[in-house]
């Protein structure tokens, strides 16, 4: 029977020897065979991506990493999903699975503070050189590949700033080049968005944010096609960079109601959206809600859906005035993070260097303009609307 992805996602492997509708949490390091010609035989249907049920050692993962690994496969149509232990521990793994010494990289400058921070300091320890391109400009990004380019690392929509690109473009520019080609997805997730699909050679996504849904798990999903899958095995296999058994039991409960969650998150947006429309204070809204835009039109040959998580940019003289409307909310956590259940808020610092964050090269705002990214969560949106109206009173 031909199952809808939110059918699959409500049915996957159970534990049928216990009973439990839930898949078992199976913690392991050493696996045992039966022979020696057992063990040699499974390691080199692994090494052939040929289905398992389980691993020859723990360092891989696990019975219950696997059922996540089949999940988002299925979801990503991908060739082989690798899982890691925290978010970015999967773009790490792309970057340092597939870059050698001198080549270059080309890295939107929109793409997560951490992303950047590897692109721009650790990369270069290993003579990678990283190049970031302007998101808003194609021509950028065509201009500044050479034949040092090993790989174009995109993230779409971009994180704070949300611009969306092109996606099919920059694909058919690296095929031409041969240029390999990555994109954070956690945004759109595999459910709107299949980057391996569109052409990409890589498809992230941190499941710590909507695959997990409940701020509880911490994990990453690198989806790969057939032509990088070797690479990366063998650096995932040394590195050690897998995901716990228990972590990947709960994003597993997590994906679950993803599709419900998401339109969910969607629908108390738009109407949290139609209210700051109205708010003098804020000058833009940083999401594809206006079908005149460049990001709608790209948002839709690209996505069918949307979530609660964007920005608004906030036109005032005193910062001090913008950090205190965000500490004045109630229903808005200040946290890092997000993709759960409660709202959150932070203001961004995009201009300077700090602990965690990045400068940007590309910036569009002015110095009165504030970033601050929001994500609705699953309250009724007409608190957080009454929560946000009366601390934009704040904003001088």
């Known amino acids: 029977m031909k199952k809808s992805i939110s059918t699959f996602l409500k049915h996957p492997t159970k534990d049928n020897s216990n009973r439990s509708a839930n898949p078992p949490v199976t913690r392991a390091s050493t696996i045992l065979f039966n022979s020696m010609q057992e063990l040699a035989q499974h390691e080199k249907n692994i090494k052939a991506?040929?289905?398992?049920?389980?691993?020859?050692?723990?360092?891989?993962?696990?019975?219950?990493?696997?059922?996540?690994?089949?999940?988002?496969?299925?979801?990503?149509?991908?060739?082989?999903?690798?899982?890691?232990?925290?978010?970015?521990?999967?773009?790490?793994?792309?970057?340092?699975?597939?870059?050698?010494?001198?080549?270059?990289?080309?890295?939107?400058?929109?793409?997560?503070?951490?992303?950047?921070?590897?692109?721009?300091?650790?990369?270069?320890?290993?003579n990678i050189n990283a190049i970031f391109y302007n998101p808003d400009n194609f021509e950028d990004l065509k201009n500044k590949v050479t034949k040092k380019t090993k790989m174009i690392v995109v993230e779409n929509p971009?994180?704070?700033?949300?611009?969306?690109?092109?996606?099919?473009?920059?694909?058919?520019?690296?095929?031409?080049?041969?240029?390999?080609?990555?994109?954070?997805?956690?945004?759109?997730?595999?459910?709107?968005?299949?980057?391996?699909?569109?052409?990409?050679?890589?498809?992230?996504?941190?499941?710590?944010?909507?695959?997990?849904?409940?701020?509880?798990?911490?994990?990453?999903?690198?989806?790969?096609?057939?032509?990088?899958?070797?690479?990366?095995?063998?650096?995932?296999?040394?590195?050690?960079?897998?995901?716990?058994?228990?972590?990947?039991?709960?994003?597993?409960?997590?994906?679950?109601?993803?599709?419900?969650r998401l339109k969910q998150h969607y629908e108390n947006a738009k109407i949290v959206i139609k209210f700051l429309k109205k708010q003098k204070k804020i000058k833009e809204i940083l999401f594809p809600h206006n079908p005149s835009s460049k990001n709608y039109k790209m948002w839709k040959k690209y996505y069918t859906g949307a979530n609660g998580l964007f920005s608004i940019v906030v036109k005032s003289k005193k910062k001090s005035s913008v950090i205190k409307f965000v500490n004045s909310l109630e229903l808005f956590g200040i946290g890092y993070s997000w993709g759960g259940f409660e709202s959150l808020v932070l203001l961004q610092e995009l201009r300077t260097k700090t602990k965690y964050t990045q400068t940007r090269q590309y910036f569009r705002f002015a110095k009165d303009e504030h970033i601050v990214r929001l994500h609705i969560g699953l309250e009724d949106p007409k608190d957080l609307i009454e929560d946000l109206k009366r601390s934009l009173e704040y904003i001088k």
Not at 199 to 225: E, I
Request: charge should be positive; include cysteine.
């Open 49 to 126: 991506n040929k289905k398992i049920s389980y691993y020859s050692y723990g360092r891989y993962g696990s019975s219950t990493t696997i059922e996540l690994e089949n999940i988002l496969k299925e979801l990503e149509q991908a060739y082989h999903v690798f899982l890691t232990g925290t978010g970015f521990g999967g773009v790490a793994l792309a970057i340092m699975s597939l870059c050698r010494p001198g080549d270059d990289i080309l890295v939107s400058d929109n793409v997560y503070g951490p992303t950047k921070e590897i692109s721009e300091n650790l990369v270069k320890e290993f």
């Open 158 to 260: 971009g994180s704070n700033t949300f611009e969306f690109q092109d996606l099919s473009k920059i694909v058919k520019l690296a095929k031409k080049k041969n240029i390999l080609t990555f994109l954070d997805n956690t945004w759109g997730t595999p459910l709107y968005c299949k980057p391996l699909k569109i052409g990409f050679d890589l498809s992230f996504t941190s499941a710590t944010k909507y695959f997990s849904g409940h701020s509880d798990a911490m994990g990453g999903s690198l989806a790969v096609n057939k032509k990088v899958f070797k690479k990366v095995m063998f650096f995932y296999k040394l590195s050690g960079y897998r995901m716990s058994a228990d972590e990947a039991y709960l994003i597993i409960r997590g994906l679950r109601t993803l599709d419900i």
